[in-house]
Structures are given as C-alpha cells and as structure tokens.
C-alpha cells in the first residue's frame, strides 16, 4: 500500500484518486460531527471516539508501520497540540449552537486559509478560474449559515458565542490541514504519521472527560460504546482519507473539496437530527457543490 501511494504522488491518477478520497472525507467528517451532536453531550462523546480510535491504533503503531524516526517526534507533538485546539473548539461549538447553523461556518472559514496556507508552504497557485469556484462555494457556506441563522430557533440565546467559536474552530481546521498535509510528508512511510497521530491524538480527551466516562449510567454504556466505536471508526475514515489526498494530490484542491461536507452535513442534519431544510437551502447547497466543480475544472 505504501509502494502504491508513494507511486501516485505528482501523477493525474493521484490527484484523481486524491478528489475521490476528499470527497469521501467531506462525507465522512459531516458524519462524525452529527454523531458528536447527537444523544450524548458533545465533549463526552468526543472522549469516547478518542479512546476508540487511539485503542484501534495501538497495535498498528507498535507491530504494522515503522516507527517513527527521532525527527518526527516534535511534528507528531505539533499536530497533537493543533488537533487538541481544534477539538477543544468544536466541542464547545457543537454544545452552544445548532449542528446546522455552526457546521457550515466552521467549515466555510477554513478552505480560504488553507489554499493561501498551500501557497506559502507547498508553492501550490489556484488558476483564476480556481478562485471563481472557491468564492462561489464559500458564497454557498456562508449562505447556509446566514439562512440557518434566521430561521433555526433551537439555542438562540447561545447562538452568538456559538458562532464566534465556530469561526476559531475554522481556523483550527486551516491549521491542521496544512500543518497535516506537511507532516505526512516527512517519515518515508505516510502511515508511520498516521498510526501515531491517531494513537497520540486519542489520549486527551478521554483523558479530560475520564470521571465523566466513568460516571456514564450503566444503561448508557453499551449505546454510548458502540456510537464510540462507529464515530472511530468513520474518524479513520474521515482523517485518513484527507491526510493521504493532500500527500498525494494538491493540497489546496482537496481542502476545497472537502468543504461539500456541508452539503452532507445539511442532509445528515435533516434524515438524523430533525432539523428541516427547504428549497432555499437546496438552492445554497447546489452553489456549494458548484464552486467545488468549478475547482476542479479549472484547475
């Protein structure tokens, strides 16, 4: 596996397969945050994904992948510390505001900083036609968000807060993408960086909401383990899939890409929240998948 990616790096087959792979991060990644918004109170359902996902990596990083030379040491600390921002932000998003209100905003502040992020560490240039695609899609997000923001009535006296957290989370989201997409680069084998992310990644949490996971009611613990075990699982997925897109296509494109998640995030909020949807925003997230088309066009 490792031959066959390092082998589609700089190819038109890598950046086909590395639109593939955003694409199904952007589902993905809508997923895991409906599942951190539902039944089980934000921070709590986070602590248990972390624990699952870093237990599911635990074998992988001692056994399966090399590990990691002394020089990825501090990298694999700086995407810890990046990853814990950012999880520390979307849970207190999530806890204030209503899943679809917040998630198109924390998604829409984050490509616009990767793609100028790119720029600077990766020498990556949108064509202009690129930068079209891109004002339409965040156009489509802040639409969403905007339209949201008027008519969802859940959480309203948070709501405020709830959006200015959603704009820091962003941010965090433009970090650690580009920070990621660099520090998947350095050790020979990409899943030496993956394996130990996850298992180094998934120790805060649980570590944080620890007497809350054990104070969980007993009739709660086998609905909560297994939405754990599901949400680790789908973060594989979701993480995984963009780390290897940005090593082995263009970083900027599949930042952009994965942003349709709002598109999935909007469907998943209405088949698994409850909360309603109508033309108008039907009509806000075609503009949204429009510009990531647009994206890949003209590039």
């Known amino acids: 596996m490792t031959a066959l990616l390092l082998s589609l790096e700089g190819t038109d087959a890598g ?9 199904l991060a952007a589902f993905s990644h809508a997923l895991l945050g ?3 918004k539902g039944r089980f109170d934000p921070w709590l359902m986070r602590g248990g994904i972390d624990l699952a996902y870093a237990v599911m ?3 992988f990083a001692l056994f399966v992948v090399p590990w990691p030379d002394p020089h990825m040491w501090p990298i694999l600390a700086g995407a810890f510390l990046i990853h814990a921002g950012y999880k520390t932000a979307q849970a207190a998003t999530y806890a204030r505001g209503a899943y679809t209100v917040v998630y198109p905003v924390v998604r829409g502040t984050g490509p616009l900083v990767t793609v100028l992020g790119a720029g600077l560490v990766f020498g990556e240039t949108f064509a202009p036609g690129q930068w079209l695609g891109l004002g339409v899609l965040l156009a489509g997000i802040f639409g969403l968000a905007l339209y949201n923001l008027r008519h969802v009535t859940e959480n309203r006296d948070t709501l405020v807060p709830a959006l200015g957290l959603a704009v ?8 650690y993408t580009t920070y990621d997409a660099w520090a998947i680069r350095q050790p020979p084998d990409p899943f030496t960086f993956l394996a130990w992310f996850f298992l180094l990644d998934g120790t805060l949490m ?5 007497r809350r996971l054990a104070a969980l009611p007993h009739a709660d613990r086998w609905p909560f383990a297994k939405k754990a075990v599901l949400g680790a699982l789908v973060a594989y997925i979701s993480f995984g899939s963009i780390l290897i897109a940005t090593r082995i296509g263009n970083v ?15 469907a998943i909020g209405w088949l698994m929240l409850d909360e309603t949807t109508g033309p108008r925003r039907v009509a806000l997230m075609g503009l949204i998948a429009a510009g990531a088309v647009m994206v890949k066009l003209a590039g």
């Open 15 to 23: 950046r086909q397969a590395a639109l593939w792979l955003a694409l």
């Open 34 to 36: 409906a599942l951190q």
């Open 57 to 59: 990596a635990l074998p």
């Open 168 to 175: 820091l989370t962003g941010g965090f989201v433009a970090a």
């Open 206 to 210: 649980p570590l944080l909401m620890r």
């Open 252 to 266: 900027g494109e599949a930042a952009v890409l994965r942003e349709t998640s709002t598109v999935f995030a909007a």
